[in-house]
């Protein structure tokens, strides 16, 4: 194997021509000779205002809009259905691992700078957008919805039309544990701290601790201890 310098040498050199187009992928996947997976990788994103798109992920979207600095790891899909509206990944943004994107009619995605998305997410945007606000933390396993399907009699859930209460809207600096769940009209204020497996399907002030199904505050931030000096 190659000593580091020269690894590191080889993929700065190669990240030059990273991009999304066949010679760009082609370039991303040369870079990626030699530097470990997962977090391994994210310092590529760093050597190129292109950022780093795995060989592996899916780019399935006309209208995906990538600002500098992204990092979007193996397994990542990111699709357009039909009438689907825009995704936009701001600076800095991190999708790991096998994250799903979707946008149908009515629907599209932001996401702020530098928040990291942790493996296996997934956001649905259909009749209503997803705006995720800049430097979220989201652990893993977490979803997103921005519809849901009718459940009238006499009709089976699959043929149901989708409907919505509205978008889902996370403000910056929010922090969601594993395995959250959040609903269409949901929205999580500035600073917000939402317990692993909890179900949002409202609203979530900023600042507040909330946990549960569905999510109820039970704590604000400022509420708790300071450290001591």
């Known amino acids: 194997m190659l000593p580091e310098r ?39 994103s760093r ?67 530098k928040t990291h998305i942790q493996p296996r997410c997934q956001f649905s945007a259909y009749k209503a957008p997803i705006h995720i606000g800049c430097r979220v933390e989201i652990a893993p396993y977490c979803a997103f919805y921005s519809y849901d399907h009718g459940m009238s009699p006499g009709r089976s859930i699959r043929e149901q039309p989708l409907q919505s209460k509205g978008g889902i809207s996370i403000g910056d600096e929010a922090w969601l544990g594993v395995g959250v769940i959040v609903l269409d009209g949901a929205r999580i204020g500035e600073g917000a ?5 909890a179900v949002v399907t409202n609203e979530i002030p900023a600042g ?22």
Not at 218 to 227: D, M, N, T, Y
Request: charged share 15%; no cysteine.
């Open 6 to 44: 020269l690894r590191n040498s080889w993929a700065r050199f190669w990240m030059r021509y990273a991009g999304l187009d066949f010679s760009g992928r082609l370039a991303t996947r040369l870079a990626s000779w030699g530097v470990p997976p997962y977090y391994g990788r994210i310092r590529l």
């Open 47 to 113: 050597s190129s205002p292109n950022g780093y798109v795995s060989p592996q992920a899916i780019i399935h979207h006309s209208e995906l809009q990538l600002n500098v600095n992204i990092f979007i790891d193996d397994g990542v899909i990111i699709y357009q259905d039909s009438q689907g509206g825009p995704v936009e990944l701001s600076e800095g943004v991190h999708l790991n691992r096998e994250t799903i994107i979707q946008t149908g009619h009515g629907g599209n995605v932001k996401i702020g700078n």
């Open 193 to 197: 701290v939402v317990g692993a497996g």
């Open 208 to 229: 507040s601790i909330a946990v549960g199904v569905p999510a109820r505050v039970v704590k604000h931030r400022s509420e708790l201890a300071q450290p001591e000096d």
